[in-house]
């Protein structure tokens, strides 16, 4: 059983940057670990993912380019560089993993997310 604490988030002018953390309480071993967010009224979307066994990453086409996940076992951590911060990357950023690779399922561990707000 994983418990996953997201850290890292809050309020940041467009343009800027932040780095989410995300520390599991049991080994991350060869999960595949993703980052997710919610905006107000609107449903989850799959930001991006990295598997555990080659390293392979999936990016959402919004976040291509200007975010990148990476993970560190050795500090049971998944970490996500946002860079270029827009309006519309305002959500609830959630890290969770899974046995699978991909955005487009759910996930088995979920943490209880962080907020990240982009304003001026």
């Known amino acids: 059983q994983l418990q996953l604490v997201e850290s890292g988030g809050g309020l940041v002018q467009p343009g800027g940057s932040l780095r989410l953390s995300c520390v599991a309480s049991?080994?991350?071993?060869?999960?595949?670990l993703g980052w997710f967010r919610q905006a107000p009224g609107k449903e989850r979307e799959g930001v991006s993912c990295?598997?555990?066994?080659?390293?392979?990453?999936i990016y959402a086409d919004s976040v291509k380019g200007r975010f990148t996940i990476s993970r560190d076992n050795a500090k049971n951590a998944v970490y996500l560089q946002m860079n270029s911060l827009k309006q519309e990357d305002t959500a609830v950023y959630f890290c969770?993993?899974?046995?699978?690779?991909?955005?487009?399922?759910?996930?088995?561990?979920w943490g209880q997310g962080t907020q990240v707000t982009v304003s001026s």
């Open positions: 049991g080994t991350l071993g060869y999960y595949t």
């Open positions: 990295i598997s555990g066994i080659d390293g392979i990453t």
């Open positions: 969770a993993a899974d046995s699978v690779v991909g955005l487009n399922h759910d996930y088995d561990y």
